[in-house]
T-cell receptor, first 116, second 112 residues
Framework: NAGVTQTPKFQVLKTGQSMTLQCAQD?????MYWYRQDPGMGLRLIYY???????DKGEVPNGYNVSRLNKREFSLRLESAAPSQTSVYFC???????????????FGEGSRLTVL | QQQVKQSPQSLIVQKGGISIINCAYE??????FPWYQQFPGKGPALLIA?????SEKKEGRFTISFNKSAKQFSLHIMDSQPGDSATYFC???????????FGIGTKLQVIP
């Protein structure tokens, strides 16, 4: 019972390099999210996808792009990494069925990214 | 602009004591208020949640108190245990709960 799986778990990049964080969920959830976690800042929403085929900006979308590849997968891309993007990134998913009114997010274990 | 303000940022409580974390919000459209618990190296997980039509919700040693007029809510952990040591996030969402806004988190340490 994997839940939400993120890859890679750790990555070190140089300024200007690009990379994609992958996320997959096996709970048949409609909605998927990318958050970043920074000390003293909490969890901030980068992008979300309410359903397959749609994506929307969150609080801090600059410097990121996303792709909702299918219902299971939601990727986050850094086109030109900057040191300010050093963070722990979390993918999450949420149901829109019977459990939707609980608002419960299911999180992956995170991807720790360092940009030098 | 922080939509959900959380305090304190860190908290040290002795085993058996009561841990209290407070949150305040501005947006009156918020209608769902969850608390998440995060252990080191893990993602956050839902701990307990409340809607504004009730003033209190209790699950085991964890209680949410909600004051709609003051736009404040708090988490109380009774008989705190070392295993409760974690980071706690309050959060809020509205309108279909598509976007969940989090507080900055409180790092709780329960000492023996």
């Amino acid at each position: 019972n994997a839940g939400v799986t993120q890859t890679p778990k750790f990555q070190v990049l140089k300024t200007g390099q690009s990379m994609t964080l992958q996320c997959a969920q096996d709970m048949n959830h409609n909605s998927m999210y990318w958050y970043r976690q920074d000390p003293g800042m909490g969890l901030r929403l980068i992008y979300y996808s309410a359903s397959e085929g749609t994506t929307d900006k969150g609080e801090v979308p600059n410097g990121y792009n996303v792709s909702r590849l299918n219902k299971r997968e939601f990727s986050l891309r850094l086109e030109s990494a900057a040191p300010s993007q050093t963070s722990v990134y979390f993918c999450a998913s949420k149901d829109r069925g019977l459990r939707a009114n609980t608002g419960e997010l299911f999180f992956g274990e995170g991807s720790r990214l360092t940009v030098l | 602009q922080q939509q959900v303000k959380q305090s304190p940022q860190s908290l040290i409580v002795q085993k058996g004591g009561i841990s209290i974390i407070n949150c305040a919000y501005e947006n009156t459209a918020f209608d769902y208020f969850p608390w998440y618990q995060q252990f080191p190296g893990k993602g956050p997980a839902l701990l307990i949640a409340i809607r504004p039509d009730v003033s209190e919700k209790k699950e085991g040693r964890f209680t949410i108190s909600f004051n709609k007029s003051a736009k404040q809510f708090s988490l109380h952990i009774m008989d705190s245990q070392p295993g409760d040591s974690a980071t706690y996030f309050c959060a809020a969402s509205s309108g279909g709960y598509q976007k969940v806004t989090f507080g900055i988190g409180t790092k709780l340490q329960v000492i023996p």
